[in-house]
């Protein structure tokens, strides 16, 4: 997969939930791994403690991505330490809900720092450092295509579809080099906060039930593996909100 050495993944919000699964699949395929955690530090030494138990190479750095200078000093560190990155995966996704009607600034400006212009500052960096041939896969939420009015999250959907269009606007401007730049979209994944009851669930998921953090990580997988894709969105959510 590259020239060197093994290839060399960040993943931020690594330490937890989602993140630590996709940490875990990218380093049973051989990637170094650099697990960015904000404020899970005693996570994120579990997780490179169980990597490394398992023959795997794994580090964490602290950061909060939607400062500008954290995500500068982390990419730096990353140039000194790993040389390189071959994989960013932007998994940072806040989620606070809150009714359009009341929806606080401060919780506004929160989401999209982190969501949208985190996952930029990330982009910008990594991109410095990727080879051709690298890629990046950003976490999005399904259904973002059809831009249905959600009363609930506003700010939270503005993030994901920005990055939808961060996403394709890489994917065009990088092709030439062979980096390639996608997303894939959950929908209820089975440990959200906002999961229905199993008998309601038919209601948003016609598949009729929560998905899995396996069933993101086959997706993101399947990209790892695919040369020819660039610039989609895979929705990866028995069919949410369709
Ligand atoms: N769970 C679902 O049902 C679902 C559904 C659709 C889409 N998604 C998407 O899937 C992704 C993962 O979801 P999740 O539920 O596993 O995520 P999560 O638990 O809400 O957050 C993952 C991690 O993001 C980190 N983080 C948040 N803001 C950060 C910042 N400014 N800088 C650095 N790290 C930051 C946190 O790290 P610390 O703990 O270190 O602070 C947290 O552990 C997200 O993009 C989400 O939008 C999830």
New binding site residues.
């Given amino acids: 997969m590259t020239v060197g050495g093994a290839p060399v993944a960040v993943v ?2 690594g ?5 630590r699964h996709l940490c875990e699949v990218l380093a049973a395929r051989g990637y170094r791994v650099v697990i ?5 530090a005693s ?2 030494a579990s997780l490179c403690a169980e990597l490394a138990a398992q023959g795997h190479v794994a580090r964490s750095i602290q ?4 400062v500008r200078a954290d995500v500068e000093q982390l990419f730096s560190d990353v140039a000194s330490h790993e040389g390189r990155v071959d994989l960013l995966l932007n ?5 606070n809900p809150q009714d359009v009607t009341r929806l606080d600034p401060d919780v506004w400006d929160a989401t999209i ?3 949208l212009s ?1 996952a930029y500052y990330c982009c910008y960096h990594a991109l410095r450092l990727l080879p051709d041939g690298g890629q990046i896969i950003s ?4 259904g973002l295509e059809g831009i249905r009015a959600n009363r609930r999250g506003a700010d ?1 959907y503005v993030s ?1 579809t920005g990055l939808l269009v961060i996403t394709r606007a890489l994917a065009a401007g990088y092709a030439d080099r062979q980096i390639r730049v996608n997303m894939v ?5 089975d ?5 229905p009851p199993p008998d309601e669930i038919g209601r948003e998921v016609p598949i009729g039930r929560a ?1 899995t953090m396996r069933d ?1 990580s086959q997706a993101v997988e399947y990209l790892l593996d695919a040369p020819y894709v660039t610039g989609v969105n895979i929705d990866v959510s028995g069919g949410y909100r369709l």
Avoid: H
Avoid at 91 to 95: F, I, P, Q
Avoid at 139 to 142: D, L, S, T, Y
């Fill in positions: 931020t919000g330490a937890r939930r989602l993140g960015v955690y904000r404020s899970s996570e994120a950061a909060d991505i939607s998994n940072v996704g806040n989620y720092a982190s969501n985190g976490i999005g939420m399904a939270y994901k979209s959950p929908g209820q994944l440990n959200s906060i906002d999961l998905g993101i």
